[in-house]
């Protein structure tokens, strides 16, 4: 079993529509949790990082950890033409990606329909 | 241009020869990695590294080998490029603080083909 599981898609949603987006994990060391989002044929860009369990909030995006679970989520609000992408999730231990590498899932391709 | 720079964009070689996909940076970030993304796999790690002449191994390294003798370059060698080392190759950096959260900030990727 992979440590990080995310369900590759495609999720195609209407424009407008809150989208939320999933990701379980089996090591219970990691404390940062990320979300990139990619475009095609582009590098993975930072959405948004939480560190441990909570809530984080930036604009139309907020990211959810429950550590207890070993589940986080991304979700968008009022979603976009704009935010049709992949979207990745990431963790990593003690450093936040700086001192060990990423863990990442497989990515979810996600379609807003206009 | 600042930041996070990968020559060449897109690569296609034959098995068996030699590859070496080039990775540079301007930050002056202390680390460094290479990852590796497929379709079924995502992102996985080949190698790092802390700083110049430091290198570790990550998930996926047979294969590869790198080298660090600048701080702001960090190139990735297929010695005898295979048909399973058909990938996109990213390279990305981080300060590599010893507390709190390292942003690791992507290039845009090599495309690979291994004929």
């Known amino acids: 079993q992979k440590e990080v599981e995310q369900d590759p898609g495609p999720l195609s949603v209407p424009e407008g529509a809150i989208v939320s987006l999933n990701c379980t994990y089996s090591n219970s060391a990691f404390q940062y949790f990320m979300w990139y989002r990619q475009y095609s044929r582009k590098g993975p860009e930072l959405l948004m990082y939480t560190y441990s369990s909570g809530n984080k909030e930036d604009g139309r995006f907020t990211a959810q950890v429950d550590k207890s679970s070993k589940y986080i989520s991304l979700f968008i609000r009022d979603s976009q033409p704009s935010d049709s992408a992949t979207y990745l999730c990431a963790m990593s231990g003690r450093s936040g990606g700086g001192a060990d590498g990423l863990t990442f899932g497989k990515g979810t391709h996600l379609i807003i329909q206009p | 241009d600042a930041g996070i720079t990968q020559s060449p964009r897109y690569k296609i070689t034959e098995t068996g020869r030699q590859v070496t996909l080039m990775c540079h940076q301007t930050w002056s970030h202390s680390y460094m990695f290479w990852y590796r993304q497929d379709l079924g796999h995502g992102l996985r790690l080949i190698y790092y590294?802390?700083?110049?002449?430091?290198?570790d191994k990550g998930e996926v390294p047979d294969g590869y080998v790198v080298s660090r003798s600048k701080t702001e370059n960090f190139p990735l060698t297929l010695e005898s490029a295979t048909r399973s080392q058909t990938s996109v190759y990213f390279c990305?950096?981080?300060?590599?603080?010893?507390?709190?959260?390292?942003?690791?900030?992507f290039g845009p990727g090599t495309r690979l083909t291994v004929l």
């Open positions: 990305a950096s981080s300060e590599g603080r010893l507390a709190g959260y390292n942003e690791q900030f």
């Open positions: 590294s802390a700083a110049a002449d430091i290198t």
